[in-house]
């Protein structure tokens, strides 16, 4: 079945960038995305990408698809200690409803 | 953008007792709302997909009778935990999806009720 995969911590110092893998394995997927979610609060869209897409920039924040690899990232610009979160990437399953399938999330630490 | 707001954010329970999880989206009709699960460390477990009007989809392994679903208006869905055990101690998510949008709107997250069972 379908499967989205991430490393589940990264830890980067304020002001270096930051880059979260994630893999996925439907190749059928149409929108991937990345959300956040701080300590005990749900989960806040931060970006998508459509599968015929290669990147997309949105202000600090570049995604980066390769699909042959089916191989997305999120990368943060200039990592402020309020990015310290959970970050997830995630799929639509288009056989679905439009379920999201979700990655386990990256934990982003970020040191002053 | 679209706001879901979920009610309520913490609950601790008695072992055997039933729970009621509201999910509202306050600014767009929802046809569509979803119910996942967040254990600790891990990712979010999709538990079910509602459409209003109509009997809720379980995924595989959710016990429809244990986790009852209702989405009687566009706005509102709840989640009812019956007979509540320990194990079913977590963190409960919804999110809604603006019915103008298709199978591939964005979904909206509400901010997550603590569940507790003691």
């Known amino acids: 079945g379908e499967d989205v995969e991430q490393s589940l911590f990264l830890s980067v110092r304020e002001g270096d960038s930051s880059v979260i893998n994630c893999t996925y394995t439907d190749s059928s997927s149409t929108y991937l995305y990345w959300y956040k979610q701080e300590p005990g609060a749900g989960l806040q869209l931060l970006t998508y990408i459509f599968s015929n897409m290669d990147m997309k920039q949105d202000q600090r924040l570049t995604v980066l698809l390769n699909k042959k690899d089916k191989h997305l990232s999120l990368r943060i610009a200039d990592t402020q200690t309020g990015d310290s979160a959970i970050y997830f990437c995630a799929e639509i399953w288009v056989g679905s409803q439009g379920n999201l399938i979700f990655g386990k999330g990256t934990k982003l630490s970020v040191k002053p | ?118």
């Open chain 2, 1 to 118: 953008g679209a706001v879901v707001s979920q009610h309520p954010s913490r609950v601790i329970c008695k072992s055997g007792t039933s729970v009621k999880i509201e999910c509202r989206s306050l600014d767009f009709q929802a046809t569509t709302m979803f119910w996942y699960r967040q254990f600790p460390k891990k990712s979010l477990m999709l538990m079910a997909t509602s459409n209003e009007g109509s009997k809720a989809t379980y995924e595989q392994g959710v016990e429809k009778d244990k986790f009852l679903i209702n989405h009687a208006s566009l706005t509102l869905s709840t989640l009812t935990v019956t007979s509540a055990h320990p194990e079913d101690s977590s963190f409960y998510i919804c999110s809604a999806r603006d019915g103008g949008q298709g199978a591939l709107g964005e979904q909206f997250f509400g901010p997550g009720t603590r569940l507790t069972v003691l």
